[in-house]
């Protein structure tokens, strides 16, 4: 809730310091644009549900696990839906990011749905956000106020029942939640413009940097327990990480050498 509120106030700020309001009353007359962009908040907002409640249950590495899949999930949509042409080592990976969920479904005795959720999510997002019609800013701004309303309700709510932690007694903790304002927003706006400017391949690559943060965060520093079968699994999605981001840079080279030549 504090999320979408604070990241709106942010947002709009930052579309009156740069006087660009025109474009909101054009899109507002074009229900198609609406109705996509309500898909993509929907979507925006189910990862970070599930994100939030995984950090607040002890869950930091399941969590981990799907950002580490959505690279692969990029590349299964952008074949998908893109008709983006795979190459061997990409059907590899992708053969070798299945049996790693098949391995952590068996050793936990069911299917890594927090991962699983998050990766089906965001990459989806992403896809959207590729196609998007509109500029990075113009887009997290018109889902952020697509999802207010149903954030003010719930605001009303928990205010009515007594449960709610803003204002809080002391200064810090109103910092703390206005603050995911921009902390939310701003790295959505460089995702947006990124993903309106590179391959969803190469999306994919550059988004397995903030799981590594994660999985080391969530091992090493709030003591969560990873298992050897656990590690057998994640290891099967590393290597299909591993052989998709040299096939990639591979790739790379032989598109850079055939422009220079």
Same mark, same amino acid.
């Given at each position: =809730?504090?999320r979408?509120?604070?990241s ?17 009353g054009?899109?507002?007359r074009? @229900?198609?644009?609406?109705?996509a962009?309500?898909?993509s ?5 189910? #990862?970070w ?8 249950? &002890? &869950?930091?590495? &399941? ?5 580490? =899949?959505? *690279?692969?999930? #990029? ?7 893109l008709?983006? %042409? ?7 990976a ?11 479904t068996?050793?936990? !005795?069911?299917? *890594?749905?927090i ?12 896809? =959207? %956000?590729?196609?998007?019609?509109? !500029?990075a ?11 207010t309303? *149903?954030a003010?309700v ?14 809080? =007694?002391?200064?810090e ?8 304002? @921009?902390?939310t927003?701003? @790295?959505?706006?460089?995702?947006g ?5 590179? %391959?969803?391949?190469?999306? !994919?690559?550059?988004?397995?940097l ?13 003591r969560? @327990? ?20 040299? &096939?990639?840079?591979?790739?790379? %080279? ?8």
């Amino acid at each position: =809730m504090h999320r979408i509120v604070w990241s709106l106030l942010f947002l709009g700020a930052l579309l009156a310091v740069r006087r660009q309001w025109a474009w909101l009353g054009e899109v507002l007359r074009q @229900p198609r644009v609406l109705l996509a962009f309500t898909a993509s908040a929907i979507l925006l907002s189910i #990862n970070w549900v599930t994100y939030i409640w995984a950090v607040g249950h &002890d &869950d930091v590495v &399941d969590a981990s696990l799907g950002y580490f =899949m959505t *690279p692969l999930v #990029n590349v299964a949509l952008g074949y998908t839906v893109l008709h983006e %042409r795979l190459r061997r080592p990409q059907w590899i990976a992708l053969g070798l990011a299945v049996a790693g969920v098949v391995a952590l479904t068996v050793q936990a !005795g069911t299917l *890594p749905w927090i991962g699983l959720t998050l990766a089906c999510s965001f990459g989806a997002y992403g896809l =959207m %956000r590729k196609v998007a019609t509109l !500029g990075a800013l113009e887009a997290l701004t018109l889902e952020t106020l697509l999802l207010t309303p *149903p954030a003010l309700v719930a605001w009303w709510w928990i205010t009515a029942q007594g449960t709610a932690s803003f204002p809080a =007694m002391g200064l810090e903790r109103d910092l703390w939640l206005i603050g995911v304002g @921009p902390v939310t927003a701003i @790295p959505l706006l460089f995702f947006g413009a990124g993903a309106r400017r590179l %391959r969803l391949v190469t999306l !994919g690559i550059l988004q397995y940097l903030s799981p590594t943060l994660q999985f080391l965060i969530g091992v090493w520093l709030f003591r969560e @327990p990873f298992s050897s079968g656990r590690l057998a699994g994640f290891a099967l999605i590393w290597t299909a990480l591993a052989i998709y981001t040299a &096939d990639a840079w591979q790739a790379s %080279r032989r598109t850079s050498g055939a422009v220079a030549a």
